[in-house]
């Protein structure tokens, strides 16, 4: 009976610094937590089956933690605030393009984004390398079918190629995208299709801030 005292004493021992370190080294993972700046590419958010609620969830999970910029509430008349979206970027971590695929790319709301904020992170441009190890993910939306872009079509990815290649020249760190098949009010699981979206989504912010704090505390 002593013998197998003195063996779980000695367990302990050897066991407990290590449970200590395991902790600590997580809670350096994981703290603080990452901004996560959201730009609203739906020109008509309020009639959207499915990008509404994505944001909603993303908002209500994330809270202080994220900034969500509704273009077409900010810039109606299309005419950018290009400074006022540069100083939302500056201390975003992620950056997260959350719109419906139109015509096989953005919509042009936030194309026009796009061609005026990015301008400047541009190489040799006054804001040239900005945009360095901010994580760029596209959340989108799609109409057509799981089949359509499935070969011998094209597939989602390629589409994005350029929008992949611009952020990726200015300096960001482009993640695999998130897309939903379907979204369009004739199917009868819209609803599920949104939040099997945002789980995904989330489980993709969630893995690249693990990435971003293991870079900044070791």
């Known amino acids: 009976m002593r013998s197998l005292k003195n063996i779980s004493f000695l367990l302990f021992l050897v066991g407990f610094p290590l449970m200590l370190f395991s ?5 350096k993972v994981f703290s603080p937590a990452s901004k996560i700046l959201v730009i609203s590419g739906h020109p008509h958010l309020e009639n959207s089956n499915v990008n509404k609620v994505i944001l909603k ?3 209500k999970h994330f809270g202080e933690q994220i900034s969500i ?11 950018i605030n ?4 540069q100083e939302a970027i500056k201390n975003a971590d992620f950056i997260v393009l959350q719109f419906p695929f139109y015509w096989y790319s953005t919509p042009a709301l936030l194309k026009k984004w796009i061609d005026d904020v990015l301008y400047d992170y541009f190489p040799g441009n006054n804001l040239s390398g900005r945009f360095k190890d901010k994580v760029v993910i596209a959340s989108i939306t799609i109409g ?4 359509r872009y499935t070969p011998p079509h094209k ?8 929008l992949q290649e611009t952020f990726e020249i200015i300096g960001a760190e482009w993640e695999l995208p998130v897309y939903s098949f379907d979204a369009v009010l004739s199917n009868k699981n819209l609803s599920k299709t949104a ?13 690249n801030n693990v990435i971003l704090h293991e870079r900044r505390c070791w």
């Open 23 to 27: 902790q600590s080294k997580t809670y």
């Open 57 to 59: 969830k993303l908002e």
């Open 69 to 79: 910029r509704r273009l077409d509430k900010l810039y109606p008349d299309y005419q």
């Open 82 to 85: 290009i400074k006022a979206e």
């Open 144 to 147: 057509g079918s799981k089949e």
């Open 155 to 162: 597939t989602v990815e390629t589409y994005l190629i350029p």
């Open 195 to 207: 939040l099997q979206h945002f789980l995904e989504l989330e489980k993709r912010i969630n893995k």
